[in-house]
């Protein structure tokens, strides 16, 4: 079974701070992403990686960046956290050439 | 136009009935097709692909693809009140790179006893 975890499920951050949320797959998967979901919005892509330290901007990229270092990890960093980045994050990954994204479990993170 | 557009609902059924859930998709030139089921505070959970026109089956779910109108559609028999979730509908357009799906906005479905 296709395993995707995600370092915290539950997190509460104070504005301004520095946030790393991490993503972990152990089935070799090339591709790996990043999305929100709000309600009412839907899930939204914030970035994408087909290879490491290959990364895509997704659809709302702005006040977050990535880091793939190595192919099993794929990292988010919230480099100055606001309020609106209170949400649900969903770390997902796919092998090369499929299509079927696997989601981890979720990070709740709540900005202060 | 949104490229992948669900009915939002809530869609309630019965328990027994038949679970019609429906999406549309902008695009006629589209590679692939996925159900996801999202419990509510958890993540979503593949549980239908389907890649050509016509039905796939799979125990008590059954995807319907129709690429000329262009919809995909989900079918569950039997509607039990743990099937009540909300039905994310994923495509895979073919100008997508790197694997990228686009997701609908989900259809809420509750199955009452």
């Known amino acids: 079974d296709v395993k995707v975890t995600q370092s915290s499920r539950y997190l509460v951050k104070r504005t301004g701070e520095k946030v790393f949320l991490e993503c972990v797959q152990d089935m070799d998967h090339e591709n790996m992403f990043w999305y929100r979901q709000d309600p009412g919005l839907g899930l939204r892509l914030i970035y994408f990686s087909y290879d490491v330290k290959m990364k895509e901007k997704g659809d709302i990229p702005e006040g977050y960046s990535v880091s793939r270092e190595k192919k099993e990890r794929f990292s988010l960093i919230l480099e100055s956290a606001s309020t609106n980045q209170t949400s649900m994050y969903l770390c997902?990954?796919?092998?090369?050439?499929?299509?079927?994204?696997?989601f981890g479990p979720g990070t709740r993170l709540t900005v202060t | 136009q949104k490229e992948v557009e669900q009915n939002s609902g809530p869609l309630s059924v019965p328990e027994g009935a038949i679970a019609s859930l429906n999406c549309t998709y902008s695009?006629?030139?589209?590679?692939?097709f996925f159900w996801y089921r999202q419990y509510s505070g958890k993540s979503p959970e593949l549980i239908m692909s389907?890649?050509?026109?016509g039905d796939k089956e799979d125990g008590r779910f059954t995807a319907q693809l129709n690429k000329a109108s262009q919809y995909v559609s989900l079918l569950i028999r039997d509607s039990q009140p743990s099937d009540s979730a909300t039905y994310l509908c994923?495509?895979?357009?073919?100008?997508?790179?790197?694997?990228?799906?686009?997701f609908g906005q989900g259809t809420e479905l509750s199955v009452k006893p």
């Open positions: 997902a990954s796919t092998v090369r050439g499929w299509n079927e994204q696997y």
């Open positions: 389907i890649y050509s026109n």
């Open positions: 695009d006629r030139v589209s590679q692939s």
């Open positions: 994923a495509v895979k357009f073919t100008y997508n790179q790197g694997g990228k799906l686009i």
